[in-house]
C-alpha cells in the first residue's frame, strides 16, 4: 500500500537535546496527523494540522503543516526519557472518507 | 474524550480458528471505523474502512472473506478472522472518528498469535 517517506527511521539522542523529524509525499493532503505509539499499544494523537502552513504546538512538540501541502515535520524541545517511542505521521487525502496513510515511523531513544 | 475500545488484547488460538475482535466508541458514535494490521517493526496498513449499516470497504490484496467484518452500530465494530493461519499473526489495530477531517483515535491493539 502507499505510505507517506518519513524520516529519520530511528534516533538516539541525549536527554534535554531537541529532536526533528519530517514526513514528505508526492501526493497533496488535506489534513496531516502525527501519533505516537508506545509498546504494545495503539497509537495515541499528539498534534492535527488542517491547513497549509499551519503552525500549532502541544506542549513540548511543534508540528507544522508544509505550504506545498506535501510535507509536515514534528519537534520535540528538551526531550525527557518518556518521550521514547514511535512517532508516526499520517496524511489524510479527503475529508470525507477520512482514509489515512502512514509514515514508516521514527522510532526515537532518549538516553537519560 | 474520544476513548476508543479495543476488545480482546491478546489472543493466542491454534490454526483454523475464527477469532473475532471489538472495537467500542466508548463515549461517541462512529459512522466510520477503521482497521488497520501492524507486523512487527513496521508501520500501519489499513485493511477495511468499516461503515456503520453498510459492507466495509476492503483495500486492495485484503481478502474479504478472510477478514469479516460488521459494524452493526454506531459504536460497535468487529473484525473477524475467519479460520486463522499463522501467517495472520499480527496486530491489529483499530481506529474510529466522528467523521469529516475530525482526527481518528486508536483502540489499543490485539495481539493474535496463531499456533
Known amino acids: 500500500g502507499q505510505q507517506l517517506n518519513q524520516s529519520p527511521q530511528s534516533m538516539f539522542i541525549q536527554e534535554g537535546e531537541d529532536v526533528s523529524m519530517n514526513c514528505t509525499s508526492s501526493s497533496i493532503f488535506n489534513t496531516w496527523l502525527w501519533y505516537k505509539q508506545e509498546p504494545g499499544e495503539g497509537p495515541v494523537l499528539l498534534i492535527a494540522?488542517?491547513?497549509?502552513?499551519e503552525l500549532t504546538s502541544n506542549g513540548r512538540l511543534t508540528a507544522q503543516f508544509g505550504i506545498t501541502r506535501k510535507d509536515s515535520f514534528l519537534n520535540i524541545s528538551a526531550s525527557i526519557p518518556s518521550d521514547v517511542g514511535i512517532y508516526f505521521c499520517a496524511g489524510s487525502f479527503s475529508s470525507n472518507t477520512g482514509k489515512l496513510i502512514f509514515g514508516q515511523g521514527t522510532t526515537l531513544q532518549v538516553k537519560p | 474524550g474520544a476513548v476508543v475500545s479495543q476488545h480482546p488484547s491478546r489472543v493466542i488460538c491454534k490454526s483454523g480458528t475464527s477469532v473475532k475482535i471489538e472495537c467500542r466508541s466508548l463515549?461517541?458514535?462512529?459512522?466510520?471505523m477503521f482497521w488497520y494490521r501492524q507486523f512487527p517493526k513496521q508501520s500501519l496498513m489499513l485493511m477495511a474502512t468499516?461503515?456503520?449499516?453498510?459492507?466495509?470497504?476492503?483495500e486492495q490484496g485484503v481478502e474479504k472473506d478472510k477478514f469479516l467484518i460488521n459494524h452493526a452500530s454506531l459504536t460497535l465494530s468487529t473484525l473477524t478472522v475467519t479460520s486463522a493461519h499463522p501467517e495472520d499473526s499480527s496486530f491489529y489495530i483499530c481506529?474510529?472518528?466522528?467523521?469529516?477531517?475530525?482526527?481518528?483515535?486508536f483502540g489499543d491493539g490485539t495481539r493474535l498469535s496463531i499456533l
Open positions: 494540522l488542517y491547513k497549509a502552513g
Open positions: 463515549d461517541f458514535q462512529a459512522t466510520t
Open positions: 468499516s461503515n456503520e449499516g453498510s459492507k466495509a470497504t476492503y
Open positions: 481506529s474510529a472518528g466522528t467523521g469529516g477531517d475530525q482526527p481518528q483515535h
